[in-house]
T-cell receptor, first 113, second 116 residues
Framework: LAKTTQPISMDSYEGQEVNITCSHN???????ITWYQQFPSQGPRFIIQ???TKVTNEVASLFIPADRKSSTLSLPRVSLSDTAVYYC??????????????FGKGTTLSVSS | DARVTQTPRHKVTEMGQEVTMRCQPI?????VFWYRQTMMQGLELLAY????????DSGMPKDRFSAEMPDATLATLKIQPSEPRDSAVYFC??????????????FGPGTRLTVL
C-alpha cells in the first residue's frame, strides 16, 4: 500500500477555497486516491475518490496530475462546519484481496469566521 | 438512510474484564472492517472480513483480541482480558468493494472504550 504525506494542519477563513495536497510517490497502477473527512466524535466519512485527472462532486473536487504522485482536495468556499480532519488514502479496487485502507494522521483543517 | 450501527456507544470497564463490541453493517455490504483510534496512533486497521470470512487480522493483538462474524448482520470484537492501553474509540465500517465506490467505507459512530 502506498504511503501518503499531507500537512498536519491548515487554517482558513469562511468563504475561502481550501486546497489540501497529498503526496503518494509510490502509488501503484491499480491504486485509487480516496479522501475521507472526520468530525470530532464521529467516524470518518467518504468525500471523494479518483484515479486520474479531475473528479468533482457536490462536496469537493479532486485534482490528480498525470504522474499521479500527488493529489489535491479542493473545498470551495469553506464554512465553519468544514472544520475537521481530512485523510488522504491510496488503495486498490479491492477485488479478491479486499480493500484495506491505511489511514495516516490526516490534515486538521480549522476554519474561522 | 442505511447506516452502520455499533453498540455500546460507551463502555467503561476495569482491567481484566471482558469487553464485547457489536456492529451491524449496512444490509448488503459484504466487507466489514474494525478500526481503533487513539490520539497517539490515529486510526489503525485491526481486522476485516469479506463475506463473513476473515481476510486479515494482522493488526490485532492475537492474545487478547478476537473478531468474528456470526452472521451477515453482526460483527463482534472481543477483548479478553482488557487492559488500560486498550482504551480507544473502536470503529466498525462496512463496504461493497469492486463496484462504483471501491474504496468507500461507511463508518459507524464508534464505541468509546475506557479501561480503568
Amino acid at each position: 500500500l502506498a504511503k501518503t504525506t499531507q500537512p498536519i494542519s491548515m487554517d482558513s477563513y469562511e468563504g475561502q477555497e481550501v486546497n489540501i495536497t497529498c503526496s503518494h510517490n509510490n502509488i501503484a497502477t491499480n491504486d485509487y486516491i480516496t479522501w475521507y473527512q472526520q468530525f470530532p466524535s464521529q467516524g470518518p466519512r467518504f468525500i471523494i475518490q479518483g484515479y486520474k485527472t479531475k473528479v468533482t462532486n457536490e462536496v469537493a473536487s479532486l485534482f490528480i496530475p498525470a504522474d499521479r504522485k500527488s493529489s489535491t482536495l479542493s473545498l470551495p468556499r469553506v464554512s465553519l462546519s468544514d472544520t475537521a480532519v481530512y485523510y488522504c488514502l491510496v488503495g486498490d479496487r479491492g477485488g479478491q484481496a479486499g480493500t484495506a485502507l491505511i489511514f495516516g494522521k490526516g490534515t486538521t483543517l480549522s476554519v474561522s469566521s | 438512510d442505511a447506516r452502520v450501527t455499533q453498540t455500546p456507544r460507551h463502555k467503561v470497564t476495569e482491567m481484566g474484564q471482558e469487553v464485547t463490541m457489536r456492529c451491524q453493517p449496512i444490509l448488503g455490504h459484504n466487507t466489514v472492517f474494525w478500526y481503533r483510534q487513539t490520539m497517539m496512533q490515529g486510526l489503525e486497521l485491526l481486522a476485516y472480513f469479506r463475506n463473513r470470512a476473515p481476510l486479515d487480522d494482522s493488526g490485532m493483538p492475537k492474545d487478547r483480541f478476537s473478531a468474528e462474524m456470526p452472521d451477515a448482520t453482526l460483527a463482534t470484537l472481543k477483548i479478553q482480558p482488557s487492559e488500560p492501553r486498550d482504551s480507544a474509540v473502536y470503529f466498525c465500517a462496512s463496504g461493497l468493494p469492486g463496484l462504483a465506490g471501491p474504496n468507500e467505507q461507511f463508518f459507524g459512530p464508534g464505541t468509546r472504550l475506557t479501561v480503568l
